[in-house]
């Protein structure tokens, strides 16, 4: 059974730094692509950034230069690395793993951006 757990989020001043990771198990972790998807209030879920398991990675034009995604196999855990963070990135953030277009999702870490 796959099983993804996020953690790391939390309160954060506007400017601030953030570093989210994901424990996979049940899979194949290397052979995964794997990513984060975000959801704010009102908000449809959008993708923020992905790494396939070649570790290419794509991102959203809102984070680039300020959130980094990376993986480590041995570990089965994906990162994310939120840098210069601000109000409009508060959100519920989720790990997805993804094989054959099917992806497995974890059940959310909060992202507060606030003063």
């Known amino acids: 059974q796959v099983q993804l757990v996020e953690s790391g989020g939390g309160l954060v001043q506007p400017g601030g730094s953030l570093r989210l990771s994901c424990a996979a198990s049940?899979?194949?972790?290397?052979?995964?692509?794997m990513g984060w998807y975000r959801e704010a209030p009102g908000k449809e879920r959008e993708l923020v950034a992905s790494i396939a398991s070649g570790r290419s990675a794509t991102y959203a034009e809102s984070v680039v230069g300020r959130f980094t995604v990376s993986r480590d196999n041995a570990k089965s855990t994906v990162f994310l690395q939120m840098s210069r963070l601000k109000p409009g990135d508060t959100a519920v953030y989720y790990c997805?793993?993804?094989?054959?277009?099917?992806?497995?999702w974890g059940r959310g870490t909060q992202v507060t951006v606030s003063s």
């Open positions: 049940g899979i194949l972790f290397g052979i995964y692509d």
């Open positions: 997805y793993a993804e094989r054959h277009r099917v992806k497995n």
